[in-house]
């Protein structure tokens, strides 16, 4: 292939994702210049453009890249950090103590990098990120090729990274600034939850985001605990608090939501917002259940997200729609709720329209970003496949993925990363492991 990311790519299978549940067998995708020029059949393919590398997968299916649509992602170098506690002894006695030592720009580097190295490895060509020294990360995935949308975080209290919440914002609109014309980094603006960000940063961030056109993520509804402590400080729930300071529109993105009335998924479909369904980590918590058939029939935009990997364990997004179907059958006691087109859906269209980027990536259409994924399905684990789409939501799991493109650029051929040094990566978060366990040793009551 060439540098000039101009090429033909076969497939048995191809799945635009729009329009939905389609399947189209022995098409090709082309691509010129990074971006989709035409997806016909593969007979026609090569006689239209007999001049272009032809990139055979006679045993795959080819998608849109995949669309993270909630991770933080440095939080991988914390992946497995005392697991299988309830929510606050793990956060107040494990998670916050190594995050308050350790967190600065190389912490947030070296875990960015080993991040970018999974999801790719994954079939996640895109990443919405929340986190400290967003810089960083902004930096690694640029590097990488990959597609990034990083927050421009925000919450009351100081850390390593800000002193209060002028201090975020300051940072924030310098981040924004600094990688506003990038072709693969976008922002958003992240205020951690309602009950780490008061009403007036929330307020002038509402404002910002019409302002600046930029999306507003945000943890919401994340558990029982966090809607009683909002009535009791605040008199109402955190949906009514936020619709109150001028954030609920179609910028609003909101992550987790395991705890909805039907009159707040209303509200949320009326305002064209969308929901982040994280169902691992909602369930390694024991957050809650997403009630993701009731909020599709609301006309609520989902996405999926992995979540960081402290609370999941992995990155790993073809796995969480697994879950998130499986869950949404036994939820709703309905073996027909949410299909897997529905859950392929809300990997690439969903995820790109939550984060604003629906008219450049997720689908297989002319004129998008030819951020695309293969995977292969010849597999004893993958046969007979009787519908591809089931197949790649049910069986087939990220070991299927075997080429990854962003923006027409391989980042991954045969299962090999090619813009990474994935020893020298995979040595720093070693090193990491070691400094973060020693340290809970020593911290742990």
């Known amino acids: 292939m060439t540098d000039t990311a101009c090429f033909v790519i076969h497939a048995r299978w191809v799945i635009p994702v729009q329009p939905a549940d389609c399947v189209l067998e022995h098409h090709a995708v082309v691509v010129h210049g990074g971006r989709i020029t035409a997806v016909l059949p593969s007979d026609q393919a090569r006689e239209a453009f007999p001049d272009l590398t032809q990139i055979e997968r006679p045993g795959h299916a080819l998608i849109p890249g995949l669309v993270n ?32 030592r350790f967190v600065g720009p190389q912490f947030v580097r070296d875990g960015s990098a080993l991040a970018v190295a999974e999801m790719l490895q994954a079939g996640i060509t895109c990443f919405s990120d929340m986190y400290f020294f967003g810089e960083e990360t902004a930096q690694v995935a640029a590097s990488a090729g ?59 961030l509402a404002t910002l985001a019409d302002e600046l056109d930029l999306p507003l993520h945000i943890h919401l509804h994340e558990t029982a605990h966090e809607v009683a402590e909002s009535e009791a400080r605040f008199g109402v729930r955190p949906l ?29 479909g009326t305002a064209g917002a969308s929901v982040v369904h994280c169902p691992e980590s909602n369930m390694k918590l024991a957050s809650g259940t997403c009630p993701l058939p ?116 391989p980042l991954l051929q045969a299962r090999r990363l090619t813009t990474l040094d994935v020893d020298a990566i995979v040595d720093r978060a070693a090193d990491w492991g070691e400094r973060i366990a020693a340290a809970d040793r020593h911290a742990a009551p």
């Open 69 to 100: 649509a909630h991770t933080h992602a440095a939080m991988t170098l914390l992946r497995g950090l005392a697991d299988d506690l309830p929510l606050m002894p793990w956060l107040q006695q494990h998670i916050w103590p190594a995050e308050q």
């Open 240 to 268: 009514e608090r936020l619709a109150g300071l001028g954030l609920l529109s179609p910028r609003l993105i909101g992550v987790h939501a395991t705890q909805l009335l039907g009159g707040e998924m209303a509200s949320l």
């Open 146 to 204: 990959q597609r990034a949308v990083i927050g421009l975080i925000a919450i009351d209290f100081p850390s390593a990274y800000a002193s209060d919440a002028d201090d975020y914002l300051r940072r924030g609109l310098a981040l924004h600034d600094a990688w506003r014309d990038h072709p693969l980094v976008r922002t958003a603006f992240a205020p951690h939850a309602p009950y780490t960000v008061s009403d007036a940063p929330l307020r002038q």
């Open 294 to 409: 009731a909020l599709l029939a609301a006309g609520v935009n989902v996405a999926i997200g992995t979540d960081g990997a402290a609370s999941n364990n992995d990155l790993d997004l073809l796995g969480e729609l697994k879950s998130a179907g499986l869950l949404a059958k036994l939820a709703a006691g309905d073996a027909a709720a949410v299909p897997a087109p529905a859950l392929l859906h809300m990997a690439t269209l969903g995820g790109a329209r939550a984060l604003g980027l629906d008219e450049e990536i997720g689908s297989l259409e002319p004129g998008k970003a030819a951020d695309l994924v293969a995977l292969d399905l010849s597999a004893p684990h993958c046969q007979p496949v009787h519908d591809p789409i089931s197949q790649l939501i049910y069986a087939a799991g990220r070991q299927a993925v075997t080429d990854v493109w962003v923006a027409g650029r």
